[in-house]
């Protein structure tokens, strides 16, 4: 895979992983991880929510009222 940074994005990079004192592909690479979970976990809870809200539609209907 071959991953194609702007020259803003490469220069971001290269200062975080200074900082860090780790490689870019270091930093990288746990950017990635942190996306796909954080995004795993938005899908699960909204997967979650469209099968449990219908069950108390009415309760939060009243609630709203």
Known sequence: ???????GESAALKARADLEQRSMQEVAREAVRS?????????????????ELPRYDEALRRLGE
């Open 1 to 7: 895979m071959t991953l194609r940074l702007t020259d």
């Open 35 to 51: 996306y796909i979970e954080d995004r795993s976990r938005v899908e699960l809870l909204d997967r979650v929510l469209d099968q």
